[in-house]
């Protein structure tokens, strides 16, 4: 299982938000770069990062910024966040950007994604937030009807990278993960998850790790990182000294 240190960009900044809501957020650094190059230091194999203000507005916004952390470190960094049409992906891309996440584009293009997984084989996630077991979208200011796994099985062999399944009422609450949603969505498709939202401490780590046979193959983090309740060198040996295969 691979740890993900989340970097979410904000007005040019660093920060994490509680619940989803833009309005309440906690600034980490004023600096992203510098955050990209210290988490790169303690061991991350690879960032994940959120344009903010791209999700809301649809269009990216933090474009530059972006491509001046993936001039900095040398891991792979997957970005998410008003990705919704094919010059903004091929963009990332060229740039140097490994994954493109897409989000409400899920929900909105299908083709879109599609098309995407067939031009950029293996470097589209689908991004799924959820409330209550149903997807959110715009930014996480909508809520939709569809349950989230429904919207797994939808995308079932198209050839996405993975699957980033958070739970939004956790995310930034330090609250621990939702594991029984995270097991049942990753019990409903053979695409590999990425668990998020509510990691605390080690020990969420470790019960996390319990989904591996099932496909979940790594877990996004932030604000314990940047609180300090979760080290990342710590968390980085554990995952490392156990492996399994998948089970369903």
Known sequence: MIIIPAIDLKDGKCVRLSQGRMDQETIYSANPV?????????GAERLHVVDLNGAVSGKPFHSSLIKEMI?????????GGGIRDLTTIEDYIQSGVEWIIFGTAGLRN????EMACHRYSGKVILGIDAKGGKVAVEGWQEVASIEAIDLVKMFEGIGLSAIIFTDIE????????NQQMTKALAQSTTI??????????????ERLME???YGVIGVITGRALYKGSLDLEEAIRITKSKKHGRLK
């Open 71 to 79: 001039r900095s470190v040398s891991i792979p960094i997957e970005v």
């Open 110 to 113: 299908r083709g879109l994604i």
């Open 170 to 177: 956790r995310d930034g609450m330090s609250t621990g993960l």
């Open 34 to 42: 510098e955050m990209a190059i210290h988490w790169e230091s303690k």
């Open 211 to 213: 989904l591996e046979p």
């Open 192 to 205: 590999p998850v990425i668990a998020s939202g509510g990691v605390s401490n080690i020990e969420d780590i």
